[in-house]
């Protein structure tokens, strides 16, 4: 089953620096997590991003589960080392932490398989599974896939998500009950003058008339 974990303010470890230590990490970026990356040696990518600011880089040998005790507490760890016993070693050790573990080419092992995600500007993300049967092929696949997607979710969409986050938030402050939001939330969607403003990135008007709209929408209800 795939689920889409929220990871906000969680602190996320993966063991190891190679290509797909890169990939997790690029994965991961998106989802407001605090990431350590722990490996003797990494890729270009991963010290751009500890030189940003936007991970923590750990350089030191692994050969050993101290890196988990380490750094504790942990939420999720991301063993992607290129020694298999080692990963397994460290997918074990994490469950005793109460931890989501992940070992790489090992879903034998791990709580959960990687899918390979099309990211859409960081808010849309689409996810392509075998269920670990088969990464090469959720690659493949996600490599055909992704012109399209792109193609489909533009600039307006985009926007639109943003100002449904911002106006559901509001909604739950002033509308009783799930059907009312869900109602309003739809009739967002749908406004001519709303998605014209969208279009013509003018995002700050856009907001301002959908909040005039749930106002309006709120007295009409209330009576």
């Known amino acids: 089953m795939i689920v889409d974990l929220n990871l906000k303010g969680k602190r996320v470890l993966i063991v190891g620096g190679g290509r797909e230590a890169a990939r997790k990490v690029d994965a991961l970026l998106s989802q407001r997590c605090d990431i350590v990356v722990a490996a003797e040696k990494v890729e270009p ?11 923590n880089l ?14 504790e507490p942990l939420d999720m760890i991301l ?10 070693e460290i997918v074990q ?62 600039g307006l969409i985009l926007d639109q998500i943003k100002l449904q986050e911002q106006l559901r938030v509001s ?21 001519e003058e709303v998605l014209k403003l969208l279009d013509a990135k003018k995002f700050s008007e856009a907001n301002r008339l959908a909040n005039k709209l749930l106002d309006a929408y709120a007295q009409k209800i209330s009576g």
Do not use: W
């Open 171 to 191: 909604a739950q402050e002033i509308l009783p009950s799930p059907d009312q939001r869900k109602k309003f939330l739809v009739s967002l969607r749908d406004d």
């Open 93 to 154: 050790y994490a469950r005793t932490r109460n931890c989501y573990a992940y070992a790489a080419d090992d879903p034998e092992v791990s709580d959960f398989s990687h899918p390979a995600v099309i990211n859409v500007g960081d808010v849309v993300q689409v996810a392509i599974s075998t269920g670990g049967r088969s990464p090469l092929m959720s690659k493949t696949l996600r490599e055909k896939v992704e012109p399209v997607v792109i193609n489909v979710i533009n």
């Open 58 to 71: 750990e350089l030191r040998k692994i050969e050993s589960v101290d890196i988990i005790k380490k750094n």
């Open 79 to 88: 063993a992607v080392t290129d020694d298999r016993k080692l990963n397994r």
């Open 45 to 55: 990518s991963i010290n751009e991003h500890s030189s940003n600011g936007k991970i």
